[in-house]
C-alpha cells in the first residue's frame, strides 16, 4: 500500500496569499496517478487536479498541481475566502489511498 | 444535472447489517467504475470498495474485505454496498463517487452509518 504524507497539518495564511500543501508518497506513484481535493466544512470532497497537474471542469486557474514520483504540491496562488478548506491528495496508480489532510485555515 | 445521491445510513447495532443506496442521475452508471470511499467523524478519507465498469471485477479494502459486498442494478442506475458485521470503527460518512482506479471525479452527498448498541 502506497502511503502519502501531507504537510504541513495546518496551514494559517490571509486572503490574497499564496499557499503551497505538499504530498509525499512511500513510493513512486505511477503515471503520476495523483489527485487533490477540495472539502469544505459539511460538504463532500471535490476534484481540483488529477495526473498531478490536469485540472478539474470548473476549477479556477489560481489552483495549480505539480511534481512527479513521490513529491507533489498543490499550489493555490492567490487565497479566496472559500479557499479556505481541508485539502486531501489521493493516488490511484494502486489501491487507491489518501493523505492525511491539510487544513487551510484563516490567520 | 449529474449527480449522485446516496441513502440508507442509520444507526445499526454492532453485529448488524445495512445496505447503502447510490442512485445516479444524468449518466449511465454502468459505463463507469464506481467506488465507496467514508469518513469517521473527524477524520480523513478512506477508500472502501469499487465496481469495475464491466461490474466483473471488484475490490476491497482489506478492514472490510469478506464482510462488505458492493453491486449495482443497472435497470435502477444504482450502486450498493452491502455491510455486514459492522463494528464501530465501520461507523463513519459513507460517500459513493464515480470513478475506480481513476481519479473520483463526481462525490454524493453522503449518508452516515452510526455503530453502536
Known amino acids: 500500500e502506497i502511503v502519502l504524507t501531507q504537510s504541513p497539518g495546518t496551514l494559517s495564511l490571509s486572503p490574497g496569499e499564496r499557499a503551497t500543501l505538499s504530498c509525499r508518497a512511500s513510493q513512486s506513484v505511477s503515471s503520476n496517478y495523483l489527485a487533490w481535493y477540495q472539502q469544505r466544512p459539511g460538504q463532500a470532497p471535490r476534484l481540483l487536479i488529477y495526473?498531478?497537474?490536469g485540472r478539474a471542469t470548473g476549477i479556477p486557474d489560481r489552483f495549480s498541481g505539480s511534481g512527479s514520483g513521490t513529491d507533489f504540491t498543490l499550489t493555490i496562488s492567490r487565497l479566496e475566502p472559500e479557499d479556505f478548506a481541508v485539502y486531501y491528495c489521493q493516488q490511484y496508480g494502486s489501491s487507491p489511498t489518501f493523505g492525511q489532510g491539510t487544513k487551510l485555515e484563516i490567520k | 444535472e449529474v449527480q449522485l445521491l446516496e441513502s440508507g445510513g442509520g444507526l445499526v447495532q454492532p453485529g448488524g447489517s445495512l445496505r447503502l443506496s447510490c442512485a445516479a442521475s444524468g449518466f449511465t452508471l454502468s459505463n463507469y467504475a464506481m467506488s465507496w470511499v467514508r469518513q469517521a467523524p473527524g477524520k480523513g478519507l478512506e477508500w472502501v470498495s469499487t465496481i469495475s465498469g464491466s461490474g466483473g471485477t471488484t475490490s476491497y479494502a482489506d478492514s472490510v474485505k469478506g464482510r462488505f459486498t458492493i453491486s449495482r442494478d443497472s435497470s435502477k442506475n444504482t450502486l450498493y454496498l452491502r455491510m455486514n458485521s459492522l463494528r464501530g470503527e465501520d461507523t463513519a460518512v459513507y460517500y459513493c463517487?464515480?470513478?475506480?482506479?481513476?481519479?473520483?471525479?463526481?462525490w454524493g452527498q453522503g449518508t452516515l452509518v452510526t455503530v453502536s448498541s
Open positions: 495526473g498531478a497537474s
Open positions: 463517487a464515480k470513478g475506480g482506479i481513476s481519479r473520483f471525479d463526481l
